[in-house]
């Protein structure tokens, strides 16, 4: 028998990273690699949010912070969700986290006794589940598909809905779709009855249009952001939820005997982010959208199906399945052939099978050839 839990030996693996270091591998061994597998801004932290951190550590600000974190960074969040949403949100509602994934674990470990019940999108982020597996709730998955550009349809979601179904998670903009939720539709989920945890780390990055936040429309709601992604902030290891007051002293407990506190520097340097990134902000999200507009372009010159452009993140969620069934096999064989990483639908779940998703959080130039490498690859596996 096994020394090593059940739970530690079942949970899955997140298979975009064994991509990644099947590419770092062929790199070690000289290959010239072209990463379009990766969800991690490729922009430098704007130089402000920089200053702050190396003013706090000239400062010795280098101590434990309040667990809920420092109140001059919950103000500023709340500041942020008022001028970009109009809702009003006060810093007691805030607890401040070292990125969003131990966030999501608090959520789900003051809301979720065993064997409850919370709803995904099928495709989805493949953590969610995971972790809601590991501490024993019990998923349950709504398809959403490619002509309704992977929406879900409040109608599927209301017949998955069970006496012990505790929350229904969005994500919009989403990984692994690029793809936003309409307002309508939010506020259809935010009337379902359970609690709404709606991820909103991609907002900030959207095109075209403006994305909503769920606390627009229900206060029966966790919100789940940080800053990894709009402020290229992956490796700070910060981000916040905003929770119903009952459950803020629950996971202010957790927080205390699981993580003690986000770390300080990371913190004093969140609060520039928030009051001084602004035009950092919009020069990458206008790259971001030259990004989009080619590769969308370009993935459907080349044959790959794409019926809804995706509006935000950074991610497109391309249907393959004209080429293989087996999107596992196909990324790690463009992967080998090509040397071009991108990850297989199957890890964002049963309904993503047969699609790739491709990431433009990389230049221009290695965009384009990393397209060309991809595009001859198919060309050379059909006429063989």
């Not at 993503?352 to 595009?375: K, P, Q, V």
Request: hydrophobic share 40%; charged share 25%.
């Amino acid at each position: 028998m096994s020394p090593v839990t059940e739970k530690a030996l079942n949970i899955p693996p997140f298979i975009v990273m064994d991509v990644l270091e099947r590419a770092h591998e062929l790199e070690r061994e000289g290959r010239n690699i072209i990463h379009l597998e990766v969800g991690e801004p490729d922009f430098p932290t704007p130089l402000c949010v920089s200053d702050a951190a190396v003013k706090a550590l000239q400062e010795e600000k280098t101590h434990y912070t309040h667990s809920l974190g420092l109140i001059e960074l919950r103000e500023a969040i709340c500041e942020d969700y008022q001028k970009k949403y109009g809702v009003s949100v006060s810093p007691d509602r805030v607890i401040v986290t070292s990125g969003t994934s131990p966030g999501i674990f608090m959520i789900f470990s003051s809301l979720l006794e065993s064997g409850d019940r919370i709803i995904f999108s099928n495709p989805h982020y493949p953590c969610y589940p995971n972790i809601a597996s590991f501490i024993g709730a019990a998923p349950s998955f709504v398809n959403v598909h490619e002509e309704d550009g992977f929406q879900f349809r409040p109608e599927d979601i209301k017949k998955r809905i069970a006496k012990n179904t505790k929350a229904i998670l969005i994500n919009s903009p989403s990984n692994p779709t690029g793809n936003l939720l309409s307002p309508e539709r939010m506020q259809e989920i935010g009337g379902l009855g359970p609690y709404v945890i709606s991820d909103e780390i991609y907002h900030g990055l959207v095109y075209g249009e403006r994305e909503h936040s769920i606390l627009e429309f229900t206060d029966r709601a966790f919100v789940l952001n940080g800053f990894s992604k709009l402020y290229a902030m992956t490796g700070w290891r910060l981000g916040y939820v905003i929770a119903p007051v009952e459950f803020i002293r629950p996971m202010q407990k957790i927080q205390q005997n699981f993580f003690i506190s986000a770390g300080s520097i990371s913190q004093w340097a969140g609060i520039a982010a928030l009051t001084k990134a602004g035009p950092d902000i919009l020069k990458m999200r206008s790259i971001y959208d030259e990004r989009r507009k080619y590769m969308v372009k370009r993935l459907r010159d080349i044959g790959f199906g794409l019926p809804v452009e995706p509006g935000g993140a950074f991610y497109v969620l391309a249907n393959s399945k004209h080429i293989s069934d087996d999107s596992y096999k196909l990324s790690f064989e463009i992967l080998e052939k090509t040397g071009v990483g991108v990850t297989p639908g199957i890890d964002f779940g049963s309904n993503a099978e047969g699609y790739l998703r491709f990431s433009y959080a990389n230049s221009l130039d290695n965009i384009r050839t990393g397209l060309d490498r991809i595009e001859e690859f198919i060309r050379s596996r059909f006429s063989a």
